[in-house]
């Protein structure tokens, strides 16, 4: 379906951020999808992000420790040219019985994924129509109390591109987390809080039993900087916990110098 290697070619970019990882992702099943936005001629990018049937909505985004989740693009060449071997991996904490029956379901089914890089802040599309996405989880329960149970997840294909950007992503609606009937209290992670802040190096944020019970104890944390009149997400700052998760009780954000931004919790 895509074929997007039409632009030529231009000094190797030297890149201005380097943090690895996915900030979030969200997925959904292709028949749910409606219309694949088509891909610019002028900028080898698409032109917007798929619109979805009615009805449907995008499942995120998921929520997972914020370092064990990145994504791998390989590339392979055969005699009629080069593809690419492209696979988004997670970790999922935990587990319960609606979700050990989600996770069998969920490889019966084709994807598309939207995730949004941390090493710039924009959005990838990963799978199409002819390219659709397969999952697989892998699980161990641990040997004991000192292991951690947790899911393997990932999600891979091959196409003819690598990962495609989109130049924005709304899921303005996404679909609801069920709790099921295991009494998982995780809330609907659509939610978010805005901190805003001015000329300051540093920003305390207390865990409260609110924001713990809104985002979790795997929160997605975003800082925006003020420079030259527009915002851009700051990968330079650091997030200490007073205490490793889940026990910690204030979050320390450190800017880095004295910048004015506003921060996001979700």
Known sequence: MFQTSYLGIVPLHRNDTYVGGFCQF?????????????????????????????GKSWYGPIKVP??????TEVPKRTKAGPYYEIKFSGMQIGDSPTNRVN????????????????????????G????????????TSGLGPGDTAQSQMSFSTEQITKALIMPSFAADSTAPIDGGDDNNTDPP??????IPFVATPNINIPWTDDRLGKFGTYPLIQVWILDDGEY??????????DAPA???TELTVKLGGNPTGFIVIA
């Open 189 to 194: 992670m659509n939610k978010k809080e805005i």
């Open 232 to 241: 851009f997400l700051h990968t330079a700052g650091e997030i200490y916990p």
């Open 128 to 139: 199409s129509p002819d390219s659709f996405l397969q999952f697989v989880a892998d699980y």
């Open 246 to 248: 889940p026990a910690f």
């Open 103 to 126: 996770l069998e379901n969920m490889a019966y089914h084709r994807y598309v994924l939207a995730g949004q890089v941390r090493a710039g802040g924009f959005y990838l599309l990963i």
């Open 26 to 54: 969200f997925y959904i099943p292709i028949e749910d999808i409606d219309v694949f936005p088509r891909i610019s001629s002028s900028t080898q990018q698409l032109i917007a992000e798929p619109s979805l049937k009615a």
């Open 66 to 71: 914020r370092d064990k989740m990145g994504f």
